[in-house]
């Protein structure tokens, strides 16, 4: 089945830093690549998407590229900011045969605290 | 712009009781899926819907039952309510259920803790 490897946490760094969350996924089709952030309390929130090879999805400063030949779709930001502390999960999607069939597969999220 | 709806937000209800909650999409989506998220743990899908049937089940016991109504909320019923149930419930919903642009919006989720 479809699975998630995302980068074991908690993730500590000073405030500019750079940043990177690595995620490596399995699927048995061509799926679609999720990052999903969650801030202390609240609900999932898209941060960014890409949903063929080669796609770079961006938001917020933050980046990923679909790396279909390293089933890889890590997060980066240049210089994180204290607000950007939250959980990050990335997931994927599978377009299934059937609508309603696209369940999101998360990988066991990354605690990210960053320090003035 | 209008967001998914939970209701309610906290829950907190003791074993072997029954829990109902309830889910809006938004407005002209047409499929709704449901998510547990235990502590410290990622979302597991548990089912979804599109356009009112059941479209796709995952890890859901038999205790619990979902559908979705003619205006397109769904309600996730819960009976028999063991500890272990203690999680947040997140609905999402989606259009273009089908197409690779689609994508799914998250509800605040409903925490939901039982004593």
């Known amino acids: 089945g479809d699975s998630v490897t995302q980068m074991e946490g908690p993730v500590t760094l000073s405030e500019e830093a750079f940043l990177t969350i690595n995620c490596t996924y399995t699927?048995?089709?061509?799926?679609?690549l999720f990052w999903y952030v969650q801030y202390p309390g609240e609900g999932l929130q898209l941060l960014l998407k890409?949903?063929?090879?080669?796609d770079k999805g961006s938001n917020k400063g933050f980046e990923a590229t679909y790396r279909k030949e390293t089933t890889s779709f890590h997060l980066e930001k240049g210089s994180v900011q204290v607000s950007d502390s939250a959980v990050y999960f990335c997931?994927?999607?599978?377009?299934?045969?059937?609508?309603?069939?696209?369940?999101?597969?998360f990988g066991t999220g990354t605690r990210l605290t960053i320090i003035p | 712009a209008a967001g998914v709806i939970q209701s309610p937000r906290h829950l907190i209800k003791e074993k072997r009781e029954t829990a109902t909650l309830k889910c809006y999409p938004i407005?002209?989506?047409?499929?709704v899926y449901w998510y547990q998220q235990g502590p410290g743990q990622d979302p597991q899908f548990l089912i979804s819907?599109?356009?009112?049937?059941?479209?796709d089940k995952g890890s859901i016991p038999d205790r619990f039952s979902a559908q979705q109504f003619s205006d397109y909320h769904s309600e996730l019923n819960m009976s028999s309510l063991e500890l272990g149930d203690s999680a947040l419930y997140f609905c999402?919903?989606?259009?273009?259920?089908?197409?690779?642009?689609?994508?799914?919006?998250f509800g605040p989720g409903t925490r939901l803790t039982v004593t």
């Open positions: 999402a919903s989606s259009p273009q259920a089908g197409t690779r642009d689609y994508e799914q919006y």
């Open positions: 699927a048995t089709g061509y799926p679609s």
């Open positions: 890409a949903t063929k090879a080669d």
């Open positions: 997931a994927l999607s599978d377009l299934g045969s059937n609508f309603g069939n696209e369940k999101l597969t």
């Open positions: 407005p002209r989506h047409d499929t």
């Open positions: 819907f599109y356009e009112k049937m059941q479209s």
